[in-house]
């Protein structure tokens, strides 16, 4: 668990609500362990899903608070190696990373190797290897210093946007016409838009009318509607429902309104809601598909597939970033924030939705 410096905790029960906490002085380390210090991360609505799903997947687990009702939401980043008892992670090295909101945090490492090592706490047994793996930047071929607010930012989300796509191509979209899309202003939901862009398929993109000339703005999406605007969708058209809002009065909206149509409805995130709901019995149509990219990826490592995909997924990350911060007409503002002080402002402005689409928040502690 974190150990030195403080960190910033959620009410597990309403993520949106913190408290900075000063943490006792760290124990010598045993051998094995090491300790890194957290530079810079980023917060997306992405960070609330986790938050939203903490109990239902574990997420709550992977940093233990020891204060009852209270978590560590997890959040992507970068820190540097403060000191080490594991051969093979040397101080200073760079690394990126699952982490808590913290100025620190100790792990005991293992299958340590030049590309990286992993956590083998106990308590981060709950969720995926991928969250417990941490790449030494300095064997990372794709790399950049002058990229690492892009990497923090993008990086986690789009490896989700696209796995999500290449799951549901692998499916032939489960014979669907069109994919709607929530939330569709979240750096997921358009990052899956783009891994679209060349599939015979439409997309429709759903969003709050605050929300809707940002997301007009990206041309991602072949059309876009607000929310109020469903009932009016064409319901004759096999559809697939690419949930990124989770919210489960929508949810039933798009399948009262689909009805027989709706082909597939796949849950990915949870920006529109604060708990982990699949909907109940009395929904219309397909029964909600919670997708998990961990799952996807180790089924391709399974299947023996999954460096052939990391290299499909490389090489087009690597354009996607090239898009989202094309200097000509970028689709997000990165700002840094500093401290944990104003991380705290930024999930509370996540988690009542009142955060900009265009701006991506970076917070530095170093």
Known sequence: MSDAGRRLMSLRSDPGQTRLDALPPPAPLAEGEVVLGLDRFSLTTNNITYAAYGDAIGYW?????GVDGWGLMPVWGFADVLESRAEGVAVGARVFGYFPMADALRVQAEKISRGGFADASPWRKQVPDIYNRYVLCAADAHYDPALENSEALF??????????????????FFGA??????????????????????????????TGARNR???????????????????????DVPTLYLDLAGDPELRRRVHTHFGDKLVYDCLVGSTRSDSFQLGDETLPGPKP?????????????ERGTLHAFYERFLADQKAFFARVIDPAAPWVRIVEHHGLEAAADVVAALA???????????????
């Open 61 to 65: 687990t992977v940093f233990p608070t």
């Open 155 to 172: 990086r986690p989300l789009f490896v989700t946007s696209y796995t999500a796509v290449d799951f549901l191509r692998d499916k032939a």
């Open 177 to 206: 016409r069109q994919i709607v899309v929530s939330s569709a202003s979240s750096k997921t939901a358009y990052g899956s838009a783009w891994c679209l862009l060349d599939d015979d398929i439409r997309t429709v993109a759903l």
């Open 213 to 235: 000339a940002f997301v007009e703005g990206l041309a991602a999406y072949d059309e876009v509607r607000t929310y109020d605007d469903i009932e009016s969708l064409p319901a």
């Open 289 to 301: 598909v919670f997708f998990f990219a961990a799952t996807c990826l180790d089924e391709h490592r």
């Open 352 to 366: 009542s939705g009142g955060a900009d689409p265009a701006e991506g928040a970076i917070v530095r502690l170093a």
